[in-house]
């Protein structure tokens, strides 16, 4: 894919900002991004996804950026998964800009983790996530989501978790245990 200059001016921007931490420079500009009309018609749908080994089909993936200190990729999620819960050990900007993905937060307590809020982002929606959040995303029935996934930091290199979608004990994160971890979506 190639990549459009709207999104190489925003990587571009973003660079210096994550140097220095300044994660609402990056939300401002992200929110600016996907509010533009024409944003999401120029970014081409990536065709034919693969399956996973379980038979999955999550959604595609496309990295526009990748650096010590900033990652930022393109992500489609395609509806009809409960993808599981994990961690980015990282602070994460996400903005939706086409169809919907419904974000499951959860908490952690003495007691381990907890299922705590939920929220639908809706095309032009962007949220922040701490970086000791932990969420699970899915797309509802019949609207797949693309979203901008925003990392500070190698999102392929840092030691993350997974969290088991029934009892929620936490595991290694690993490309195996996370297709063995999604489940159909209710």
Request: proline residues 8%; negative net charge; aromatic residues 8%.
């Amino acid at each position: 894919m190639e990549i459009p200059t709207e999104l190489k001016n925003f990587v571009q921007a973003c660079v210096p900002l994550a140097a220095s931490h300044e994660h609402g420079g990056v939300k401002r500009l992200l929110t600016e991004l996907i509010a533009e009309p024409s944003f999401a018609s120029s970014i081409p749908p990536f065709g034919e996804v693969e399956t996973s080994p379980r038979g999955w089909t999550l959604g595609g993936e496309f990295v526009c950026h990748k650096a010590d200190d900033l990652t930022v990729m393109i992500l489609d999620t395609l509806p009809g998964v409960e993808q599981p819960p994990h961690d980015h050990e990282m602070h994460a900007i996400i903005g939706v800009f086409e169809g919907c993905e419904d974000q499951r937060f959860f908490a952690r307590s003495s007691e381990g983790v907890t299922p705590a809020a939920g929220r639908s982002m809706e095309a032009g929606d962007v949220v922040v996530l701490g970086e000791q959040s932990i969420h699970a995303i899915s797309s509802p029935a019949g609207r797949a989501a693309r979203a901008i996934h925003v990392y500070f930091g190698d999102i392929y290199d840092v030691e993350r978790s997974l969290f088991h979608p029934d009892t929620l004990e936490q595991h290694p994160f690993t490309g195996e245990l996370y297709d063995e971890f999604c489940r159909p979506a209710s």
